[in-house]
DNA sequence: ATCATTGTGCGACTATTTTCAAACGATAGG
DNA sequence: CCTATCGTTTGAAAATAGTCGCACAATGAT
């Protein structure tokens, strides 16, 4: 039995207002640029420096937008970017928020 | 001289998470949809039901951001989509934005 | 078994956002 | 001039969001 397990929105259930919402934060939007750079990236990659607290504040919320997807491995967690889903829902979203988005790190 | 006048940011001002968090709001998201479908529109009419000073908040917000342009008419002011700005700042985002969301009216 | 590490949940606090009423200034029309 | 209409500003209240310390459960390693 999986010790930790995640619920994700359906396809048809991510909202534009949602995900826009989920973006519009700079901390995640960063999060969100890693993840598509690298793919799957363990949890604590995403922001080294920030309390535990906060970055699970931050991943629940992109999970729960329907963002990404997350799954524990041991006793980290993975994420990785529902790209696919997003592009089946809103074509192009993702790329163009990302083309538009050449900043600093975090 | 101008009776009223509104700031407006330049094109390369324009930031990517200050759009996406003024799509993020329903509300907001519901204007701009009018937006594109009517052109340029009488502010009160973004929003007949609401109180003035809440019409005021989203409209400065959207205009803020640089999601639409303002400008004064009379008495009315005239709101209309930086559509141009936009595509040329973050090309297919708000075409994006819109195909996603057909939702109901508000 | 023990211990260090990881993510989560809770609770509190702060900051931001949304909403709206009231007062004001400007405008158009009589 | 007087009045009605519109947008803005201000201020306040409520709701929402972000941050983080702490305790806890689960995991992996010794």
Redesign the interface.
Request: aromatic share 16%; net charge positive.
């Given at each position: 039995m999986p010790p930790r397990t995640y619920e994700h929105p359906a396809i048809d259930e991510i909202a534009?207002?949602?995900v826009?919402?989920a973006?519009?934060?700079?901390l995640r939007?960063n999060m969100v640029r890693m993840l598509a750079e690298r793919g799957e990236v363990d949890s604590i990659d995403l922001g080294p420096d920030l309390p535990r607290s906060t970055l699970t504040h931050h991943t629940s919320l992109l999970r729960e937008s329907g963002v990404v997807f997350v799954r524990a491995e041991g006793r980290k967690c993975m994420i990785r970017l529902r790209d696919e889903d997003l592009e089946a829902?809103?074509?192009?979203?993702l790329g163009?928020?990302l083309?538009?988005?050449e900043d600093d790190d975090a």
């Open positions: 534009i207002p949602r826009l919402f973006l519009s934060e700079p939007l829902r809103f074509p192009g979203l163009t928020v083309a538009g988005y």
